[in-house]
């Protein structure tokens, strides 16, 4: 095949791909979910394990946002007039006790009180580490874990352009 042919090719097979990514976007439930740990809040500060295993709940009070979130909080407002639901699917510590998770759950609540305190959330879910984040979810995932992405059903991104991939669904 000459060169100027398999270029044509590849052009419209990723004119195709990125069509059927759009369709896909739009037939999707309008639901925006993200992770904390290590996709909105960097829990990895300090002795910050040391002190999970400790069960001491102050990595969660005093982990730093991720992203610019004035910026994150004016997009969501945008998408969520349009229609979009924002949640947060989250997990407490792996191995903790009933105390701690509640501890967890409880820094976790004041940290987007804090950090995110103009978004209207319609879903806190602060569930038990390892349990599947893609039962009753839909739509979109931000998620840093290879493995709640792979599992998502709808379509899951890494933490790297967040305020990108949400500025194009805007
Ligand atoms: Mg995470």
């Given at each position: 095949?000459?060169?100027e042919n398999l270029l044509t090719n590849t052009l419209l097979y990723s004119i195709i791909y990125m069509k059927r990514e759009k369709k896909g976007i739009?037939?999707?439930a309008k639901e925006i979910w993200f992770d904390m740990d290590g996709t909105i809040a960097n829990l990895y500060v300090g002795n910050w394990l040391e002190m999970i295993i400790a069960e001491n709940p102050h990595p969660y009070k005093v982990a730093t946002p991720l992203v610019n979130m004035q910026v994150l909080a004016r997009t969501l407002n945008k998408?969520?007039?349009n229609g979009y639901k924002i949640g947060i699917i989250s997990w407490t510590a792996?191995?903790?006790s009933l105390a701690y998770n509640n501890a967890v759950k409880k820094a976790k609540m004041n940290?987007?009180?804090?950090h995110m305190n103009s978004v209207h959330f319609d879903n806190i879910d602060i569930v038990e580490y390892g349990t599947p984040k893609e039962i009753g979810r839909n739509g979109i995932l931000f998620d840093d874990e290879k493995v709640n992405r792979d599992n998502w059903n709808g379509i899951a991104y890494d933490v790297h352009d967040i305020i990108g991939v949400l500025k194009n669904l805007a």
């Open positions: 095949m000459p060169a739009e037939k999707m998408l969520q007039k792996r191995n903790g940290w987007l009180k804090t």
